[in-house]
């Protein structure tokens, strides 16, 4: 099992370009979500899913969207990307309702000029 | 929303001595506190975990304490090795879904 895959590990954007955040996992796992981490502020939630074709807004969820079509898949799209989102971005997952640990991709280093 | 403050934001002990990283919580409908530990150019990994009826947690050298009156809980780390080196972060939350995750203590174990 390759766990959760995040795509691609960095990415340098120009101010109100568009892009999507690739997250993939391969364990089964119902729910997903997508942390942005920044320093000396920790990991803050972005949006998360708790299956397919379900999603919900976490604490700073403006200027992201995402979609779950698929229980694998949930990807995190930028569709006008600001300074402001220069971040490293974590998708992680976890088993379902009940379960207790998530299980976290590499992270994708983002940088908007 | 909850609020999680974590203390210190960095720390440095000698081989062998003991961390301590305190996390304090505002929601007292939080019943999961997870440990997480993230090495340079990781993701997080949960290292130690412990649920709202539970009041310590050990695994080998790390444990967990929580007190929920004062809403507060912490991570011991014992007899520290330079490959415990790493950034900690605390969370508090329900089971499975949303956490909400403390700033993160940068720990040097020094040989």
């Known amino acids: 099992n390759a766990g959760v895959t995040q795509t691609p590990k960095f990415q340098v954007l120009k101010t109100g370009q568009s892009m999507t955040l690739q997250c993939a996992q391969d364990?089964?796992?119902?729910?997903m979500s997508w942390y942005r981490q920044d320093p000396g502020m920790g990991l803050r939630l972005i949006h998360y899913?708790?299956?397919?074709?379900?999603?919900d807004q976490g604490e700073v969820p403006n200027g992201y969207n995402v979609s779950r079509s698929t229980t694998e898949d949930f990807p995190l799209r930028l569709l006008s990307a600001a300074p402001s989102q220069t971040s490293v971005y974590f998708c992680?997952?976890?088993?379902?309702?009940?379960?207790?640990?998530?299980?976290f991709g590499q992270g994708t280093r983002l940088t908007v000029v | 929303g909850e609020n999680v403050e974590q203390h210190p934001s960095t720390l440095s002990v000698q081989e062998g001595d003991s961390a301590v990283i305190k996390c304090t919580y505002s929601?007292?409908?939080?019943?999961?506190f997870p440990w997480y530990k993230q090495e340079l150019g990781k993701g997080p990994q949960l290292i130690i975990d412990?649920?709202?009826?539970?009041g310590e947690k050990k695994d080998q050298r790390i444990a967990v304490t929580l007190n929920k009156t004062a809403k507060h809980f912490s991570l011991h780390i014992t007899e520290t090795q330079p490959e415990d080196s790493a950034v900690y972060f605390c969370?508090?939350?329900?089971?499975?879904?949303?956490?909400?995750f403390g700033t993160g203590t940068s720990l040097t174990v020094i040989p």
């Open positions: 412990i649920r709202s009826n539970v």
């Open positions: 364990m089964n796992h119902e729910y």
């Open positions: 929601d007292s409908a939080s019943n999961y």
């Open positions: 899913s708790v299956g397919a074709g379900i999603t």
């Open positions: 992680a997952s976890t088993l379902g309702q009940g379960a207790t640990e998530a299980f």
């Open positions: 969370a508090a939350g329900d089971t499975g879904n949303q956490f909400y």
